[in-house]
């Protein structure tokens, strides 16, 4: 049974540039969560996809957007980069059960290492 | 909004050994649900443990347990028998209605030989 898995592992880009990052679930899961941990931090939510929508967002700009396709893969897009968006990002991936309060618990990928010099 | 505090920025502890990790956090909800993610150098994040707020048994993962409060809003992490490979960041969560982590800033846990 495949994880989550998360490409690519390191990205390095320069400020201005455009970067998309590629997340696939666990076997299983329809609900992806992506999160950016700032180093010696603890991870802070960016948005959350379900059924191919935006379900729930965190507090970050507009640069950030995402997508979620059919077989529930996602993408999280950063454009005119930043050096602040230096991070590792973390993708996780969750079932929520129809007529269920809360989703089932988040599962998280390897993550990207992204370094905007 | 929710926050969750982890007071202790570093641990250590000689291997065999038991060891307590502290986290509080804050909700004017009634029912949620807690975890203990573990993040070695590797840097993947590992479930450890997770706590559902109405049950009042604390759960309990083979060497890991917890110690959950629900007045206090405390929810510790032990672990017992340390070994080598429990050194990583610990980070305490909680899930929020809407069904979003909030994560403390994690606790660096060094198990000595």
């Known amino acids: 049974d495949a994880g989550v898995t998360q490409s690519p592992t390191h990205l390095i880009k320069t400020r201005g540039q455009q970067v998309t990052l590629r997340c696939s679930p666990k076997s299983g899961h329809d609900t992806v969560s992506w999160y950016q941990q700032a180093l010696g931090q603890g991870p802070q939510f960016i948005f959350q996809y379900y059924e191919e929508e935006e379900r729930q967002r965190g507090n970050f700009p507009d640069r950030f957007s995402g997508h979620q396709f059919p077989n529930y893969s996602s993408e999280l897009n950063v454009n005119a980069l930043l050096l602040g968006d230096s991070a590792l990002y973390l993708c996780?991936?969750?079932?929520?059960?129809?007529?269920?309060?809360?989703?089932?618990?988040?599962?998280f990928g390897p993550g990207t290492r992204l370094l905007v010099l | 909004a929710q926050t969750v505090t982890q007071s202790q920025p570093e641990m250590s502890v000689q291997e065999a050994e038991t060891v307590t990790l502290s986290c509080t956090y804050d909700?004017?909800?009634?029912?949620?649900?807690l975890f203990w993610y573990k993040q070695p150098p590797s840097r993947q994040m590992i479930l450890v443990i997770r706590?559902?707020?109405?049950?009042?048994q604390n759960a309990t993962e083979n060497r890991f347990s917890v110690n959950f409060q629900k007045a206090a809003k405390s929810f510790s992490l032990k672990i017992s028998d340390s070994q080598l490979g429990d050194t990583a960041m610990y980070f305490c969560a909680f899930l929020e209605y809407g069904n979003k982590l909030v994560f403390g800033a994690g606790t660096i846990l060094r198990v000595k030989s």
């Open positions: 909700t004017s909800e009634s029912n949620y649900y």
């Open positions: 996780a991936s969750s079932l929520i059960r129809a007529g269920a309060v809360y989703q089932e618990t988040q599962y």
């Open positions: 706590q559902e707020a109405y049950k009042q």
